[in-house]
């Protein structure tokens, strides 16, 4: 079945450790993304990449750095310079096309202690 | 500035009846619109979506409908069953850009 995976579902770290959250599809789909929810606050957007080898910044992309080296892969790492890095992380996917709608994974919580 | 907002943060209805979610939003280029659904501890999942070009899309129980004057889209469920209990994010994007999402509703089912 084709899907997005995301890994690990709970992550712990100790404040000003960097921290990597995996995302993998198979669903053959050019765009990724990266969200993050915080209550009250809906799905903000982190970074997104339309192409491998390129990405641009979301919303709020300060403390979060990515890469695109193969499709299918678009990790997430959270740095210590982030200042409230505790939240639930999704990454998603879509075809590139105009009106494709996007695809999420079940997301990793982090917390950071 | 919230571009897409939604200003009920919970709904409770009967099983049964009818759940309309709202969703404004403020600009005017958007052009596509999307609704999700997400349960605790889960990514969203797609669950209807209309463009601009049309003002109601229908998918079973679930019915989206766009006024675009007044700057508003809503959901309905018919008929709203227990399952249907989750968070629903309205999201907006305009043409060839990014997708904006709101803050969500809880929508409560119960019997």
């Known amino acids: 079945d084709g899907g997005i995976t995301q890994s690990p579902k709970y992550l712990f770290r100790k404040e000003g450790q960097n921290v990597t959250l995996s995302c993998e599809q198979n669903?053959?789909?050019?765009?990724m993304y990266w969200y993050r929810q915080d209550p009250g606050q809906g799905l903000r957007l982190i970074y997104y990449?339309?192409?491998?080898?390129?990405?641009q910044k979301g919303d709020i992309a300060e403390g979060y750095s990515v890469s695109r080296e193969k499709k299918e892969s678009f990790p997430l790492t959270v740095t210590s310079a982030q200042k409230n890095p505790t939240a639930f992380y999704l990454c998603?996917?879509?075809?590139?096309?105009?009106?494709?709608?996007?695809?999420f994974g079940n997301g990793t919580r982090l917390t950071v202690t | 500035d919230q571009q897409v907002k939604q200003n009920s943060p919970s709904l409770s209805v009967q099983e049964g009846r009818i759940s309309i979610l709202n969703c404004d939003y403020t600009?005017?280029?958007?052009?596509?619109f999307l609704w999700y659904k997400k349960y605790p501890a889960e990514g969203p999942t797609f669950l209807i979506s209309?463009?601009?070009?049309?003002d109601k899309n229908e998918d079973g129980r679930f019915t989206v409908f766009l006024n675009k004057s007044a700057k508003h889209l809503s959901l309905h469920i018919v008929p709203s069953q227990p399952g249907d209990s989750a968070v629903y994010f309205c999201?907006?994007?305009?043409?060839?850009?990014?997708?904006?999402f709101g803050t969500g509703t809880r929508l409560q089912v119960f019997p």
């Open positions: 998603a996917s879509s075809f590139s096309s105009y009106n494709s709608p996007l695809h």
């Open positions: 669903l053959n789909h050019d765009a």
């Open positions: 990449s339309q192409i491998v080898n390129d990405f």
């Open positions: 600009n005017s280029m958007f052009d596509y």
């Open positions: 209309i463009s601009s070009i049309k």
């Open positions: 999201a907006a994007s305009a043409r060839t850009d990014k997708l904006i």
